[in-house]
């Protein structure tokens, strides 16, 4: 399936993370199920190297970042916290969150089991988060006197500033209806239906344009902080590339073709 590693044409790579390519969609699978992919440092670097790899893959049009075992992310490893929290372990993070949320691709969430703290930091860097009826989302930070790091940046941007302090000041979770209600996920799927309903969802977005897709991804990038004339003056060129892609010409002709003309 769209999800799966390796393949005839794939490339599988392990340790921390394992990463898979199976045509135009790359995975990205945190692989420590004996800890429920808690994240410590060896963590955070094969993310960042990980990502780093597959943005220049030109031929993936999808990366889904998902977790092995039944967790998406449960949050730091507090063994790692007993020596205190590595320099780098921060820094490293949002170099891997900043290139999912800069490359030309697509990046997909595929959230199952526990999605807290760094695991729902990592899902809030994608495009948009698939998410299972069985997860369990939120960002228990303050409730260890600490605070989600840059949580407190795209998290408002996501589902607006009062629902977002209120989540983060609580440290509460919230269950996957409410996580979708407040727009923190944007599919819900059936636990017992999971792999094939992601599947299905990944196969109609990896059919997208290209061109389409990074115009979105950029565009709505900067709805919130761009005026209006700087992105019309962004839109006009992406526009163009849409225009000169294949994919406008094709579906113009199925359309033709359905219209009988």
Not at 48 to 62: I, M
Not at 195 to 205: F, K, P, S
Request: proline share 6%.
């Amino acid at each position: 399936g769209a999800t799966g590693g390796g393949g005839v044409n794939g490339r599988e790579s392990g340790g921390p993370m394992l990463v898979s390519i199976d045509g135009p969609v790359a995975t990205i699978t945190f692989s420590r199920p004996e800890k429920l992919n808690a994240a410590d440092l060896a963590q955070c670097h094969g993310l960042e190297a990980a990502v780093a790899a597959l943005g220049a893959e030109p031929g993936v049009r999808v990366v889904l970042l998902r977790g092995a075992g039944r967790s998406f992310g449960s949050g730091i490893d507090r063994d790692m916290l007993a020596d205190g929290m590595p320099p780098d372990f921060v820094p490293s993070h949002e170099r891997s969150y900043a290139a999912l949320e800069d490359m030309d691709k697509l990046v997909v969430g595929v959230l199952h089991g526990h999605c807290l703290g760094a695991g729902l930091l990592a899902a809030l860097a994608c495009d948009l988060r698939v998410c299972s009826t069985d997860a369990v989302l939120g960002l228990t930070a303050a409730r260890f006197g600490l605070f989600p790091a840059m949580g407190t940046f795209r998290l408002p941007r996501l589902i607006g500033l009062g629902p977002a302090r209120r989540l983060i000041l609580s440290g509460e979770t919230v269950d996957p209806a409410e996580a979708y209600r407040l727009g923190l996920v944007d599919h819900l799927v059936p636990a017992e239906r999971f792999a094939d309903g992601v599947d299905e969802l990944v196969e109609h977005y990896a059919a997208l344009s290209p061109a389409s897709v990074v115009a979105i991804k950029r565009l709505t990038a900067r709805a919130f902080d761009a005026p209006r004339d700087t992105v019309l003056a962004e839109v006009l060129p992406l526009l163009a590339a849409c225009l000169a892609a294949p994919d406008v010409a094709s579906a113009s002709a199925v359309w033709q073709a359905r219209a009988g003309r």
